[in-house]
């Protein structure tokens, strides 16, 4: 069974800081890995999808790698800004095809001015 | 644009009160899903379905149907509502191995 574990559950920087946001699944066998952001009480926002075959995702100043066989992905924001405050959650998919997500247990972001 | 729609988006109901929280997508995407989301429970899946006329049970089924008569469509009904029922809910799309969608949730709250 998937099972999905991201760390630091919670993380509070100042303003401008690289940070990175750790992701391990422990079912290597995945077809791809999704980044997801939600702020409090609302829905999921898509950040970044890798596919099985790629080892990383860029979009903006958001950095994904994903490693199969370590069972690892790393979500890197650099610059951070007040508006990157949000629960990141990663996810993979699970049941043996693509009709289920695994979720993380997320890691809730602060970012102070 | 590329979508996910639920509704309502909020809801506050009574114990036993028949209800449904619609949703729909405009990708043509053959799979569809329900996810509840409980504090320190985080995201569970309710129900799947794979295409028209094919549905199956997530990891908490229990107190809830659906169906999948129309590609785009995939209904949530609770016919019972009880206050364990109190949750966010979501419902998602995706195409295979492809990118998930996501609706804006619907906050049910069941007294």
């Known amino acids: 069974k998937q099972e999905v574990t991201q760390i630091p559950a919670a993380l509070s920087v100042p303003e401008g800081e690289n940070l990175v946001l750790n992701c391990s699944f422990t079912?290597?066998?995945?077809?791809?890995l999704q980044w997801f952001r939600q702020d409090p009480g609302k829905g999921l926002t898509s950040l970044l999808l890798?596919?099985?075959?790629?080892r990383e995702q860029t979009s903006g100043r958001l950095n994904a790698s994903l490693d199969k066989s370590s069972g690892r992905s790393t979500l890197y924001i650099a610059a951070s800004q007040p508006g990157d405050s949000a629960t990141y959650l990663c996810?993979?998919?699970?049941?043996?095809?693509?009709?289920?997500?695994?979720f993380g247990t997320g890691t809730r972001l602060l970012v102070s001015p | 644009e590329a979508q996910v729609t639920q509704n309502p988006r909020y809801l506050i109901t009574v114990t036993g009160k028949k209800l449904t929280v619609t949703c729909s997508q405009n990708m043509n995407h053959e799979y569809m899903s329900w996810y509840r989301q409980d504090p320190g429970l985080g995201l569970r899946q309710i129900y799947y379905?794979?295409?028209?006329?094919?549905?199956d049970k997530g990891d908490v089924p229990e107190g809830y149907k659906v169906s999948r008569k129309e590609k785009r469509n995939f209904p949530l009904i609770l016919e019972s509502p009880s206050p364990n029922q109190t949750s966010l809910y979501f419902c998602?799309?995706?195409?295979?191995?492809?990118?998930?969608?996501f609706g804006p949730g619907t906050r049910l709250t069941v007294t």
């Open positions: 890798i596919q099985s075959s790629q």
């Open positions: 996810a993979v998919p699970g049941g043996g095809g693509f009709q289920k997500l695994v």
């Open positions: 379905s794979m295409n028209v006329e094919v549905t």
């Open positions: 998602a799309s995706n195409a295979g191995a492809g990118e998930q969608y």
């Open positions: 079912d290597s066998a995945i077809y791809n």
